[in-house]
């Protein structure tokens, strides 16, 4: 059985959890925290999560991850079986986790941990920010899933991601960097209607619950 390694608040987590769920695809949640220590290294190299293990065997890497899936279980294939449309579904992860998600992740420890970003940081972030909206306003379709008439990768990763850079934003500059983009909200509460996409955030709500919980009992 596969086990997936890391925690429910993660969206890069939540990203292969929700593929896994849609292609139904069977495997063990093991709760897992980022670390540095030599031994998770050994699973993780970089340290972060999540993880997929084989058999003994670990892959890092989100989207390297859904590549495995896709290969080894190309049944409830979330990839579209035309070449140039597969590379358009890639092209709108890449938009959405290179210039959107990681960029917006340097707000995270202002907008979500009690931390302080500097103002040098946040113009720069703002102006990266308005370039990868733009990118992904041009690149997604919307008919009804991202990019195009079937569900695919690339809802798992706006599925999980575009929630975290709308709501960072908001925060840190009382607008959200999303709000132009009319399609959005529409978009993810109809992901939200499918069970999949359901399971994880249920999940991911009771665990960013727990988390809070247990800050609040060590402050
Ligand atoms: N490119 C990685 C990103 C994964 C990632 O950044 N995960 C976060 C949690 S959402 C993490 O492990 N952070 C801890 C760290 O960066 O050390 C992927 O697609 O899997």
Same mark, same amino acid.
């Given at each position: ?39 998770? &290294? ?16 670990? &892959? ?7 590549e495995y899936l896709e ?6 294939? &979330? ?61 997604a379709k919307f008919t ?76």
């Amino acid at each position: 059985m596969l086990k997936l390694g890391g925690f429910a608040v993660s969206n890069y987590y939540n990203k292969v959890k929700v593929a896994l769920l849609e292609k139904a695809i069977a495997f063990e949640e093991v709760y897992c925290p980022t670390s540095q220590d030599e031994a998770y &290294l050994k699973r993780s190299p970089m340290g972060k999560v999540p993880y997929l293990e084989i058999d003994g065997q670990f &892959l890092c890497e989100s989207q390297v991850i859904c590549e495995y899936l896709e290969d080894h279980y190309p049944a409830n294939p &979330l990839y579209p079986k035309d070449v140039f449309a597969r590379a358009r579904v890639r092209e709108i992860i890449t938009v959405i986790e290179l210039h959107m998600e990681l960029v917006a992740r340097r707000l995270y420890t202002q907008a979500f941990f009690g931390g302080k970003v500097s103002d040098e940081v946040k113009q720069h972030v703002e102006r990266d920010l308005a370039k990868g909206v733009r990118a992904f306003r041009q690149l997604a379709k919307f008919t009804p899933y991202v990019a195009g008439a079937d569900l695919s990768y690339a809802d798992c990763a706006a599925g999980v991601h575009l929630p975290l850079v709308s709501l960072s934003s908001k925060i840190v500059y009382g607008r959200d960097v999303l709000e132009d983009c009319a399609p959005v909200k529409p978009y993810l509460k109809m992901l939200n209607e499918r069970p999949a996409f359901r399971k994880m955030n249920d999940d991911r709500k009771s665990a960013t619950e727990a988390m809070a919980a247990a800050r609040a009992k060590k402050s």
